[in-house]
């Protein structure tokens, strides 16, 4: 697998591998890259692409989770929409959903608006706050060989968290549409069929 | 006939059973103790304490998401965390009622109360929430129903403010 000048995996390739086979499986892509991310490796009615809502990604992915006990909820986010949220690990740790992981795509730096520092530049170590939350599988990916492992865990199941040290090269914007209403339906229509539009 | 006065909690869970919710969003509030127990002892309704209120904007456009109706329950001051958040459901449609107890509003005693308490209505309008206020105890069903109803029918963020006249106001003793 390709790593970036700083030897860290890339963005896109992680997110493509992750979301890989998927099956029904639903994702949820934190604003900002992740959105871009989780777009790029194929737009789908399964995707829920976020424009907005920073912080609330990975909450977002525990009421769909609760919701749909039966599928596999992804979350993928940045390091800065998490951080923002980061109380949202004691809530998610507490419901303990079965089905849903929580991906952190973590290049230490708020992308989107001029590359300046997160917390994670420096230090800030979400796996051990994820941890201390009370998520036992808290993990941090660094190699091609663990991200294949967190890929199988996820399909597997469980509550899982992930971070994943990523180059921090800016990618192409590979942009989802913008209309959030026909997000928000075409998911709940490819979960519920057009009863969906009834409800 | 039942007592509104003190039965006005067990009403709100009357129309959340009459609705359908299945998922409740909260962060404590005295005002809504009895309903949260009512809540919690249905295995229907996953109840979901948060850190903080905003994320329950975002667990009920999740829920949503995956066909299930939610409300969130909170104090107004917790209203003040959530105003980017309802960029939210306005942006997706979604259907995201909110039942706010309030403070500040009526015989507050705590001065911290009061700024958020006096600017809730105002915010959570200026976010394109409809609120609809419930000053006495017979208010409260008929206008938590009308709450409910216009949110999962026409998609929006929507409140039910309860006055402090209703709660009765938090003396601390003096």
Avoid at chain 1, 62 to 86: F, H, K, N, S
Avoid at chain 1, 165 to 172: G, N, S, T, V
Avoid at chain 2, 163 to 170: D, M
Wanted: with cysteine; aromatic share 4%; hydrophobic share 45%.
């Amino acid at each position: 697998m390709q790593t970036g000048p700083t030897g860290k995996l890339m963005r896109r390739e992680v997110v493509k591998t992750l979301l890989a086979d998927r099956g029904g499986m639903l994702a949820i892509g934190g604003l900002g890259a992740p959105a871009w991310d989780i777009t790029a490796a194929g737009d789908t009615p399964l995707n829920l692409p976020l424009w907005g809502g920073m912080g609330a990604a990975a909450v977002m992915g525990l009421g769909l989770a609760q919701a749909q006990p039966e599928r596999r909820v992804l979350v993928v986010t940045g390091d800065g929409e998490m951080l923002m949220g980061i109380g949202s690990l004691a809530t998610i740790a507490v419901k303990r959903p079965g089905n849903l992981a929580i991906v952190v795509l973590d290049n230490e730096h708020y992308g989107e608006t001029g590359m300046q520092e997160t917390a994670t530049r420096h230090g800030v170590d979400l796996v051990g706050m994820a941890r201390a939350a009370g998520i036992a599988d808290s993990r941090l990916v660094r190699t091609a060989e663990e991200l294949l492992a967190l890929h199988q865990a996820i399909r597997a199941g469980g509550l899982i968290f992930a971070v994943i040290k990523i180059d921090e090269a800016p990618q192409p914007l590979v942009l989802p549409p913008r209309e959030a209403s026909i997000l928000q339906a075409r998911m709940r229509e490819a979960i519920m069929g057009p009863e969906a539009h009834l409800q | 006939m039942s007592d509104a006065a003190a039965d006005w909690p067990d009403q709100i869970y009357a129309l959340f059973k009459e609705h359908g919710i299945r998922q409740v969003a909260l962060v404590p509030d005295a005002g809504h103790s009895r309903l949260i127990k009512r809540c919690l002892a249905d295995n229907d309704i996953k109840v979901t304490t948060l850190t903080t209120e905003e994320e329950g904007i975002g667990l009920i456009f999740g829920g949503w998401l995956g066909g299930e109706k939610g409300v969130l329950l909170m104090q107004s001051s917790g209203v003040g965390n959530c105003i980017n958040m309802l960029s939210v459901p306005i942006a997706h449609r979604t259907p995201c009622p909110m039942i706010v107890t309030m403070r500040g509003d009526y015989g507050e005693f705590n001065p911290f109360q009061i700024p958020m308490g006096n600017a809730t209505q105002t915010v959570l309008e200026a976010m394109g929430t409809l609120v609809k206020r419930a000053e006495t105890p017979e208010d409260v069903a008929p206008t938590v129903n009308a709450t409910l109803r216009l949110a999962f029918n026409t998609y929006r963020p929507t409140a039910t403010l309860i006055s402090q006249r209703v709660i009765g106001a938090k003396t601390f003793g003096k």
